[in-house]
């Protein structure tokens, strides 16, 4: 039923009072003052005319027998019993009480109420009924219509009306525009034949007195009672009688229904209740049915539009937006966008099909942007549906009407929460000032009763959000009611004490249990730092909360945002906070997150610098540890290798000083590596085997940690192939590149990379390029926009060792100026190695040997770098090219001195085989002997490629 405009009964007929909107009812329909049933027209009085359409313009209301007099009789003084005549008269002529059709019904003592549901717009031709098969139900005619298809809650009904037999009472609970009447009337016509017929329908959504809900019920059932409480005469009916009832719509009337609905679930054992409502009904043997939204794709997850269907709220949404007309197919490419609009809808069916219905207008990417708007309060959907549920602001006036004035307080104060709360955030943020916490709590209980606000467990605790809609209302609540900027500054304020609360480190408690809830601070940190720097009102807040956030970015692998944010902070740095604990976050951020969203660059390393000088000053060892970690890493990239072992040693001694079991551990991995890459494998290997043996302690450190990701397996690897044991090396580097998603993205990339060296060293490339592969598109999906040029460098690799030489010289022509462009030298030796391979295979040796040079020039003199030996042995290779054997001979030389100096029995074996092909030119007889001493050093590792090669050179003699 609908309430329809009608000018104001007090203006009386003889004002302007334009024609009503075409209506119907039952099988009438009304347009202007002229009545037709099945499309023949019926002939009505004058008066009993205006009675009836005063009476539908207020369908559901008992509308006073005064109000009726001075419509239909204007200026006149008339007799009650002419009202009750023409009333009789307009009963006759519906055929009010016949079949069980109920229309008009008399409130003693106070007036008369349309009791039929009204719906606008024209009626469509009645077809002709289908023949009904011998021994069938009648049709359900009585029933509202039902939906031809109905998406996402084929598993809802069958076990919907299981509980139901089982059970006799069931509310089925959700939030406004979910499909609670949708499931209830296709349930209904479901069940029409269970109940031989005997199911009653009845929207209580028109009802505006509580006191009409029995008597409501009472038409319904075609009963005719004259008392003020009909209660008792209903439960008689009911009581021996078999029947469902669907009352739709309780929570507005919701003390009234809940009465009834408990009285007759006791006194009538044969009558099944299903109530639809926006919270329970609290009474005696009712169960709860929770309609769930419809689930939607994941976004990021690229899935491709054939996939997308799979999930009813995206599949909702693709045949509502075809049914409004559009007709442009799905792509792959539009995918993501549709993931992302059903994601903003929250699974909402009423939200969805809204939405849908203008795709045709804007577009899937301009609807993804109005969707952030409040414009999508006021869709409008159809026109025939009831107005609280024409709009999604209809819909959430309905609800927001029913809650009293505190709890509309605390629900406009939590639309500020930009993600999922906790009952303490809740409180922090929306409890009033100088109450007690008592009554924000209970308000937020209503609310979640109501469904306005949802909930769900989040191991002993429970998490709250609003939905997005929902929130979009609040939020235009909360600016109507001039507390918008001083919530705002409130919450922005809470969220910067969270994260500065929750940075401690030391703190004792369960650091996963942290871990989760910064992460769930997320979305809340960027809705306040949005607020700040747009917003006077937050100024003082800006630098302090961009600190707190930096670390919560970095944890979270957000490094553009955490570069971003690090910059504009420090940019209007003041003398408050300059030297201090903020501006060494920030520092300590940005030169972190330059060197991998951006470049190695002089700024990145001043960042580094300066908040390494700040954390001396103010003596925060923890934060000591980090930044010389970060500035190891940043000299391991630009390949500055002469600084890596000072700075490892003395953030050595700090995680002693700091005595956390993780950090120490850490610091092997960190000294491990620094040795490795200055080419001291045997130091390496026994700092990084320290490391494993305390793994536990580094995997138990959660993101925050100073020595988080410190994981001396991904060093370790290499080392142990330089030392001579291949298989053990391959053994360590598979768990590091499982299926399962990395817990730190950067370290993820360090972790591909040093795998892929591993498995190319060993000679699988086909691992190589898989991983190559891997790399590229999480460096890609992360923006870690300089790890895409190490997998392009890999990729070439694999390219010029299956023989695509040319393709892979291109592809290397294109990666190293990018390198060396971002100072990322670390793996810029070997793919200059491989380019001066290619160019000599492609008969361009002097252009091979001068890349090659350069390349062993900028290691520098003293030639401190884990990857000499094998840079020397090819330009021996290169050189005996040349027929330069005595220059040959001198590189091949040093190149296994160097390789036995670095502990490197590898490197060594390789340049044995390089030096034996080269004596054999030069003639000499028998060379074997010391790449057969090289080769009986090693105890595995002989299925790899370069033991296999020096078996076969020992075989051939």
Not at 566 to 588: F, H, K, Y
Not at 596 to 609: D, G, H, P, V, W
Not at 635 to 658: K, N, Q
Request: aromatic content about 6%; glycine content about 8%; some cysteine.
């Amino acid at each position: 039923m609908t309430e329809l405009p009608l000018e104001n009964a007090a203006r009386g007929k003889g004002s302007a009072n334009p024609d009503l909107d075409a209506v119907s009812f039952g099988p009438f329909s009304l347009r202007s003052r002229l009545l037709e049933r099945d499309g023949v027209p019926v002939k009505l009085g004058s008066r009993a005319m205006d009675i009836l359409r005063l009476l539908i313009s207020r369908a559901g209301e008992v509308v006073p027998k005064n109000e009726i007099l001075a419509f239909a009789w204007s200026g006149l003084a008339v007799e009650e019993i002419s009202l009750r005549v023409h009333v009789a008269e307009l009963r006759k002529v519906l055929g009010d009480g016949k079949d069980g059709a109920r229309y008009i019904t008399n409130i003693p003592s106070r007036g008369y109420c349309f009791v039929a549901t009204v719906e606008r717009g024209e009626r469509l031709p009645a077809s002709k009924p289908a023949p009904q098969t011998s021994g069938s139900v009648t049709s359900p005619l009585s029933l509202p219509h039902r939906l031809d298809r109905m998406i996402g809650r084929e598993d809802v009904l069958p076990e919907l009306a299981a509980r139901l037999l089982s059970e006799r009472f069931v509310t089925l609970r959700g939030p406004g525009g979910i499909g609670k009447s949708t499931v209830a009337i296709a349930l209904a016509h479901e069940m029409w034949e269970t109940f031989e017929g005997g199911v009653h329908f009845l929207d209580l959504g028109p009802l505006r007195d509580a006191a009409l809900v029995v008597s409501t019920l009472a038409a319904a059932l075609g009963l005719v009672v004259h008392h003020a409480d009909p209660t008792g005469s209903v439960v008689s009916y009911l009581r021996g009688r078999r029947l469902l009832l669907v009352l739709d719509s309780c929570e507005h009337v919701i003390d009234e229904v809940a009465r009834l609905a408990e009285t007759i679930h006791r006194e009538a054992p044969g009558v099944s209740l299903l109530a639809t409502s926006r919270e329970s009904l609290l009474v005696e043997g009712e169960q709860i049915f929770e309609l769930v939204p419809l689930p939607g794709p994941p976004q990021g997850a690229g899935l491709s539009a054939n996939e997308m269907v799979n999930y009813p709220a995206a599949r909702l949404f693709m045949e509502r937006a075809a049914a409004a007309g559009h007709r442009s197919d799905v792509t792959d490419e539009d995918a993501e966008v549709l993931a992302e609009i059903c994601g903003k809808l929250d699974g909402i069916a009423l939200a969805i099909e809204l939405a849908a219905a203008r795709v045709g207008v804007y577009g899937l990417r301009e609807m993804a942007a109005l969707l952030d708007s409040r414009l999508k309060l006021e869709w409008r959907g159809r026109r025939t549906a009831p107005p609280r549920q024409q709009t999604l602001g209809a819909t959430l006036d309905w609800s927001f009407g029913l809650i009293g004035e505190a709890e509309r307080i605390v629900l406009q104060r939590l639309a500020v929460f930009a993600g999922p709360f906790t009952l303490q955030d809740a409180m922090a943020i929306a409890a009033a000032e100088n109450e007690p916490v008592d009554r924000g709590v209970d308000a937020l209980e209503q609310l979640v009763a109501k469904s306005l606000v949802s909930t769900r467990p989040e191991g002993a605790s429970r998490r709250y959000r609003l939905l997005d809609a929902t929130r979009a209302y609040a939020l235009q609540k909360l600016v109507e009611a001039g507390e918008a900027q001083a919530v705002a500054r409130r919450h922005a304020g809470y969220v910067h004490r969270s994260l500065e609360t929750s940075m401690t480190e030391t703190a004792g408690g369960d650091q996963v249990s942290r871990s989760q809830s910064r992460a769930g601070l997320l979305a809340d940190a960027r809705a306040a730092l949005e607020w700040s720097y747009a917003n006077d009102f937050g100024a003082d807040l800006r630098v302090p909360l961009a600190g707190s956030c930096a670390r919560l970015f970095v944890e979270l692998n957000l490094l553009n945002e955490a570069r971003l944010w690090s910059q504009r902070a420090l940019a209007m740095l003041g003398d408050t906070n300059r030297g201090g604990r903020w501006e060494l976050e920030l520092q300590s951020t940005l030169g972190h997150a330059f060197m991998f969203t951006e470049r190695n660059s002089e700024q990145a390393e001043s960042a580094l610098k300066r908040g390494l000088e700040i954390a001396d000053e103010l003596g925060d060892h923890a934060n000591k540890f980090r930044l010389l970690s970060r500035l190891n890493m940043f000299y391991r990239r630009t390949g500055d290798f002469r600084h890596l072992i000072p700075i490892a040693l003395e953030a050595e001694r700090v995680a002693r000083l700091i005595g956390d079991t993780a950090g120490i551990a850490g610091s092997k991995a960190l000294v491990g590596v620094s040795y490795h890459l200055v080419g001291n494998q045997t130091e390496a290997q026994a700092h990084l085997d320290e490391g494993v043996r305390d793994d536990a302690a580094l995997r138990g450190a959660q993101p925050g940690h100073f020595a988080y990701s410190r994981t001396p397996q991904i060093p370790l690897a290499r080392v142990l192939w330089l030392r001579g044991f291949p298989d053990r090396a391959v053994e360590c580097v598979r768990p590091l590149i499982g299926a399962a998603a990395p817990r730190d993205v950067v370290m993820h990339c360090i972790a591909l990379c040093w795998s892929a060296s591993v498995f190319g060293w060993v000679g699988d490339w086909g691992t190589v390029e898989a991983l190559t592969g891997r790399l590229a598109a999480h460096a890609g999906m992360h923006g870690l926009a300089p790890y895409e040029a190490v997998a392009a460098g890999f990729r070439a690799q694999t390219m010029i060792a299956r023989g695509e030489v040319r393709g892979g010289i291109d592809l290397l022509r294109t990666a190293l100026p990018r390198l060396h462009a971002d100072r990322y030298e670390l793996y810029a030796s070997a793919f200059i190695a491989e380019l001066s391979q290619g160019l000599a295979a492609l008969g361009q040796l002097a252009e091979g040997r001068a890349v090659l040079h350069e390349a062993i020039a900028r290691i520098g003199p003293e030639g401190a770098a884990f990857d000499m030996p094998e840079l020397l042995r090819l330009r021996g290779e290169l050189e005996a090219r040349g027929d330069e054997l005595d220059a040959a001979e001198a590189s091949l030389a040093a190149s296994i001195a160097t390789a036995e100096r670095q502990g490197a029995l590898s490197w060594r074996l390789r340049s044995e085989m390089s030096l034996v092909r080269l004596r054999r030119r030069q003639g000499v007889r028998n060379p074997l002997d010391d790449l057969a001493k090289t080769l009986a050093r090693f105890s595995e590792g002989f299925e790899t490629a370069d033991l296999k090669a020096a078996r076969a050179m020992l075989d051939e003699g």
